[in-house]
């Protein structure tokens, strides 16, 4: 049926009986195509209603998910039990017992004996002012000079104490509680604090939580095989940016910046790094590139500059404008920049197919949950396309598992196998041409998509870090644009100081009174990740 086109319906009488089945068949097949066109119509004008509302300056529709109330639960003898205030499947800790009271029966019979105590734990906080004053001794000295008590290393240069600093920083970037709310919060308690003295102690004064993030990275590089990447929107200032993440099992690391690029992951990569280097890793990248070969040879000596003014200056020097061919350079520099400083040529990235994060010089690898994710968004108009798109997204998730099964148990054979029937699922045409152009271009990703037969020790896709930016997004939604290059900054450190500690098994409230206290009772972050990055 053409677009538009309108049936004459006969009316009841006009149809002969015998022929009532046919027409019957006829009609349910009409009124199957229409609801088809009704469903599609209604979510064009639900988008374009949404896409007005932006353009007013509205909020578009919520995308509220279903209901998981409703779902069954495993109930009975053999179904696990959960402990309340704990993970699932842990055996909850032995109570660290702060204060013991020993309570005697009223009234005890004589001649009674006494057999032991039974124990009743009750859990609780503490959550109270305690201003402290500290008089400090002040002397003359013959010469002059005046001499005072030296106060306490965790209060200096701060009227509030390491215990209600911790707190502030919690609440804020672990809880994601607004800046208004925590300042109602502690005028609740009676902390003389003003909205300014709040704003500077979430983002200011961090300079040891910097330098600590900063090694995050560089550690994390130097012991890992592969890391997730990905990125979101971060307003910044009022204007658009992108928070890029970073990390794996062992750490996760935030930065955002004003780009995507790919130049822009590079630097990032380089964890603090300045420098630029031209040698053959850097004119292998150029050649990879298609870099023409008049610009590439006049990279022909190997060199190196210290900071990005030195670099952009040798560019200007060579007479070389062209856009494309400045970024070709300067990635290669970089990539030879990441390689000279340690970072492994078989590092692999795992990413979910942005151009930025797919860098010659280093292995890439492709999420399987995205790439399945384009069969299953295709809009089928018919059964045949239905029952094809199905059967293809089978086959996918047969393989899927067997490449998990791969994984466990590396084999040649299984190798050579996999990759046959990769080939065969690709490759097929079906009776959905919508489908078969998917498969197309997901067939010519095989190589990043079968990495894995090569490094059975990556993973298969990259909820790792969809999960992990996704406490970025949370604070976004809660406190919107960061003002300052200090606060933006803030936002980034302690998300990865959180994230990385919570991955290491280590409590953030008690890194942070560790660290504000300056008892530096807890090691470094950098130090117990390559702890935990060494095999058992």
């Known amino acids: 049926m053409s677009k538009g086109q309108v049936f004459a319906l006969p009316s009841y009488e006009e149809i002969p009986h015998a022929e009532h089945s046919q027409t019957l068949k006829w009609v349910l097949e009409v009124c199957q195509h229409q609801q088809e066109r009704i469903v599609l ?4 004008v639900a988008q374009l209603k949404d896409e007005i509302a932006i353009l007013k300056g509205e909020k578009p529709r919520p995308r509220i998910q279903p209901s998981t109330l409703t779902k069954d639960t495993p109930t009975g003898e053999g179904s696990p039990r959960r402990v309340r205030g704990g993970d699932p499947g842990k055996e909850p800790k032995e109570l660290e017992i702060h204060e013991t009271h020993l309570l005697e029966p009223e009234q005890i019979p004589v001649g009674s004996v006494f057999k032991g105590y039974e124990d009743y734990f009750v859990q609780g906080l503490r959550i109270r002012l305690h201003n402290t004053r500290y008089r400090r001794a002040r002397y003359e000295t013959p010469t002059g000079e005046t001499l005072l008590g030296e106060l306490p290393v965790a209060v200096r240069g701060s009227h509030f104490d390491a215990e209600l600093r911790s707190y502030i920083l919690l609440q804020y970037y672990q809880q994601h509680v607004s800046q208004p709310l925590i300042l109602k919060h502690l005028w609740d308690f009676g902390v003389q604090i003003s909205s300014g003295h709040l704003n500077r102690l979430l983002t200011e004064g961090h300079e040891a939580f910097h330098t600590e993030k900063a090694e995050l990275l560089r550690v994390g590089l130097a012991v890992s095989a592969y890391i997730h990447v990905d990125d979101t929107a971060a307003r910044h200032q009022g204007q658009n940016g992108y928070c890029t993440h970073i990390g794996n099992e062992l750490f996760a690391w935030f930065a955002s910046t004003e780009s995507k690029s790919r130049i822009n992951f ?9 420098d630029y280097v031209i040698d053959a890793a850097a004119r292998a990248y150029m050649h990879h590139q298609q870099m023409p070969h008049a610009q590439l040879r006049l990279f022909g000596e190997d060199r190196t500059w210290a900071e990005q003014v030195g670099w952009e200056a040798h560019l200007h020097t060579l007479g070389m404008t062209n856009e494309r061919h400045r970024r070709i350079a300067t990635e290669g520099a970089l990539v030879a920049s990441l390689l000279t400083h340690g970072v492994s040529p078989k590092l692999v990235i795992l990413s979910d197919d942005a151009g930025q994060f797919n860098v010659a010089g280093f292995l890439h690898a492709l999420c399987w949950i995205h790439a399945e994710r384009t069969i299953h968004t295709l809009l089928p108009f018919s059964d045949a396309n239905r029952a094809a798109q199905a059967a293809v997204r089978d086959q996918i998730w047969r393989f899927y598992q067997d490449l998990k ?15 046959e029937r990769f080939d065969a699922i690709f490759t097929q045409t079906t009776c959905f041409q919508t489908l078969n152009l998917a498969l197309q271009r997901l067939h010519a990703n095989k190589e990043e998509l079968l990495l894995v037969l090569e490094r059975p020790d990556i993973p298969l896709h990259n ?8 406490d970025y997004v949370k604070k976004r939604k809660i406190s919107a644009t960061t003002r300052s290059e200090a606060g933006r900054a803030a936002r980034d450190t302690f998300l990865s100081l959180k994230k990385t500690c919570q991955k290491l098994g280590l409590s953030f409230w008690h890194y942070l009174r ?3 206290a300056r008892t530096n009772l807890l090691p470094p972050l950098p130090t117990l990740i390559r702890t935990a990055a060494q095999p058992p």
């Open 405 to 419: 099964a791969f994984k466990r148990t590396p084999g040649e054979d299984t190798k050579r196998t996999l990759g």
């Open 266 to 274: 590079l630097e990032l990569l380089r964890a603090g790094q300045t």
């Open 41 to 44: 119509l209604e979510e064009m």
């Open 514 to 516: 560790d660290r504000l």
């Open 463 to 470: 909820n790792l870090s969809e999960n992990d930016i996704r």
